[in-house]
């Protein structure tokens, strides 16, 4: 069993940045892929990035490529999800998730088993 909390959100205007971290208990998160995913009012949870269990790859979707940026610290617990130029349309409830020895490419919510609460994240315009 995985437990995972983020943590991070917050109110932020547009072409701010933000930075969210996951933070994992229970077994080792090593062994785990490690997603960010997020979902906005009335809209399906969509995939915005990931890093695969090695910790080699990362994968991001377009709407954020080249603006977010997924890292883990070397402990392997925590990984955290930088946001640049943030934009209105970001604004959403951010969720971590891990599934066990997963590929970065990964970007349907089945392929993961964990998940997290939820951090709010709004950005104003």
């Known amino acids: 069993q995985v437990q995972l909390v983020e943590s991070g959100g917050g109110l932020v205007q547009a072409g701010g940045s933000l930075r969210l971290s996951c933070a994992a208990s229970?077994?080792?998160?090593?062994?785990?892929?490690k997603a960010w995913f997020r979902q906005a009012p009335g809209k399906e949870r969509e995939f915005v990035g990931a890093?695969?269990?090695?910790?080699?790859?990362?994968h991001y979707a377009d709407s954020v490529k080249g603006r977010f940026s997924i890292s883990r610290d070397k402990g392997e617990n925590t990984v955290s999800l930088q946001m640049n130029s943030l934009e209105p349309e970001d604004t959403a409830v951010y969720y971590c998730?891990?599934?066990?020895?997963?590929?970065?490419?990964?970007?349907?919510?089945?392929?993961?088993?964990?998940w997290g609460q939820g951090t709010q994240v709004t950005v104003s315009s």
């Open positions: 998730a891990a599934a066990l020895y997963g590929a970065s490419s990964n970007e349907g919510t089945d392929a993961y088993q964990y």
């Open positions: 229970g077994r080792t998160f090593g062994a785990y892929a």
């Open positions: 890093i695969d269990w090695s910790g080699d790859s990362t």
